[in-house]
């Protein structure tokens, strides 16, 4: 988790997740606030932990890849929201699930013309599914381990469906 001068406990949460497919190690994720529209993107995210304050708020996971290759939205976003003063568990992000899956989500190639902005993307076909695995008390306690600044920071479940 980097440094953000302006973010704080008082003024945003902490996100906890990660991304469960070595496939996708590396990837970029961008979550946009479904009120203000501000993106925030995590680069870097690897196959354990991600972490990243947030201010208070819904968010959508917009796109998720790698950054020249991002995959967007296809069906319904995955969705979570924040709380400040909290370590928010948001998920393990699995790729190829099944239809049963209660936070399937489905993401597809993000199609740009020339000199768009992100928001002017489309998403023509999906490509893959996704849904949000709990495994809370791990990921929070390795976050904490990793972080021991916030190890009695309370925590709370704000996992993506």
């Known amino acids: 988790m980097t440094s953000d001068e302006k973010f704080n406990l008082q003024n945003a949460g902490i996100i906890v997740g990660s991304i469960d ?31 990243m304050w947030l201010p208070a708020g819904t968010y959508a996971v917009s796109a998720i890849g790698p950054s020249k290759a991002w995959l967007g939205t296809y069906s319904r976003p995955l969705t979570f929201s924040v709380s400040n ?24 190639q993000r199609y740009c013309g020339i000199g768009s902005v992100p928001e002017q993307c489309t998403t023509a076909h999906p490509l893959t599914s996704m849904c949000v695995i709990d495994n809370q008390q791990q990921s929070v306690s390795a976050f904490k381990d990793n972080f021991s600044q916030f190890s009695d920071t309370p925590e709370m479940s704000a996992l993506m469906n």
């Open 21 to 51: 497919d070595a496939a996708y190690a590396g990837a970029d994720i961008q979550f946009r606030d479904t009120l203000s529209g501000s993106t925030y993107t995590i680069t870097d995210a690897n196959a354990s932990e991600f972490s």
């Open 85 to 108: 003063g909290a370590i928010n568990y948001i998920g393990d992000v699995s790729y190829g699930c099944v239809q049963q899956s209660p936070s399937l989500a489905w993401y597809g």
